[in-house]
T-cell receptor
Framework: ETGVTQSPTHLIKTRGQQVTLRCSSQ?????VSWYQQALGQGPQFIFQ???????GRGNFPPRFSGLQFPNYSSELNVNALELDDSALYLC??????????????FGPGTRLTVL | RKEVEQDPGPFNVPEGATVAFNCTYS??????FFWYRQDCRKEPKLLMS???SGNEDGRFTAQLNRASQYISLLIRDSKLSDSATYLC???????????FGKGTMLLVSP
């Protein structure tokens, strides 16, 4: 196991609602990245946090926001849910920012369905 | 043009077959390369990193051609347990994130 956990495992929401997904990184991992994986696609980078500061963002609208806490937990918040937000949301933790050498450990994901 | 492109798949092969996956990347600033494996409805897991000199891990061989911006994964003596989606992944210099291809599904049958 990677030591990265996510909650909830499954979630059903309706259009326009807001959702908060949670991730608990491995202890000592200062970096957490969030990805969205739509059905039949590879994961797409949403954003990354390093030591509680946003360290990069993919091509996602501002209604996708996040937080990282000192206890190695983090959140992904999505406002005004749309049908296309239905996907598997993955968080990945790593010790630092050296992606060339630091392995990113993925959590099991949260499967979000928007009706 | 997508940053990372893979064979569309799925690949259906019998046990014991050799199968090769191909991947191309468009950003010449890509500096690190990986193959991840993803089982159905599970998270991606690192299979192996890919080095310019090529590298092997048991039945798996990965190769990188920087001039052609091409990455490959060869699986020899396929097992039923190799059935999964294989994701080609790159890290672009200056960015601490991963860029994934769409994945190629492999189905190994008895």
């Amino acid at each position: 196991e990677t030591g990265v956990t996510q909650s909830p495992t499954h979630l059903i929401k309706t259009r326009g609602q807001q959702v908060t997904l949670r991730c608990s990184s491995q202890s000592g991992h200062n970096t957490v990245s969030w990805y969205q994986q739509a059905l039949g696609q590879g994961p797409q980078f949403i954003f990354q946090y390093y030591r509680e500061e946003e360290n990069g963002r993919g091509n996602f609208p501002p209604r996708f926001s996040g937080l990282q806490f000192p206890n190695y937990s983090s959140e992904l918040n999505v406002n005004a849910l749309e049908l296309d937000d239905s996907a598997l949301y993955l968080c990945a933790s790593s010790p630092g920012l050296e992606t060339s050498t630091d392995t990113q450990y993925f959590g099991p994901g949260t499967r979000l369905t928007v009706l | 043009r997508k940053e990372v492109e893979q064979d569309p798949g799925p690949f259906n092969v019998p046990e014991g077959a050799t199968v090769a996956f191909n991947c191309t990347y468009s950003n010449s600033a890509s500096q690190s390369f990986f193959w991840y494996r993803q089982d159905c409805r599970k998270e991606p897991k690192l299979l192996m990193s890919v080095y310019s000199s090529g590298n092997e891990d048991g039945r798996f061989t990965a190769q990188l051609n920087r001039a052609s911006q091409y990455i490959s994964l060869l699986i020899r003596d396929s097992k039923l347990s190799d059935s999964a989606t294989y994701l080609c992944v790159v890290n672009i210099r200056g960015y601490s994130t991963l860029t994934f291809g769409k994945g190629t599904m492999l189905l190994v049958s008895p």
